[in-house]
């Protein structure tokens, strides 16, 4: 009966593992999503104030 359960609980956790890296991707998704529409909505001259530009944006939402 006890091992059972230890595998259970092993099982348990790798399950919350993976949750945890789902969450976590589509945490990350979402903030790149927004930060791509917040940098999308500002003008090029308000884009060249930070010093980026247009092509920049998908970089910096990445993350990269």
Request: a positive charge; charged letters at 25%.
């Amino acid at each position: 009966m006890s091992a059972v359960e230890m595998s259970h609980n092993h099982a348990a956790g790798g399950l919350g593992q993976v949750f945890a890296r789902a969450t976590a991707m589509i945490a990350a998704w979402n903030d790149a999503r927004i930060t791509r529409r917040e940098l999308a909505r500002l003008t090029d001259r308000e884009l060249n104030d930070i010093g980026l530009t247009r092509g920049d944006i998908e970089r910096i939402a990445r993350g990269a």
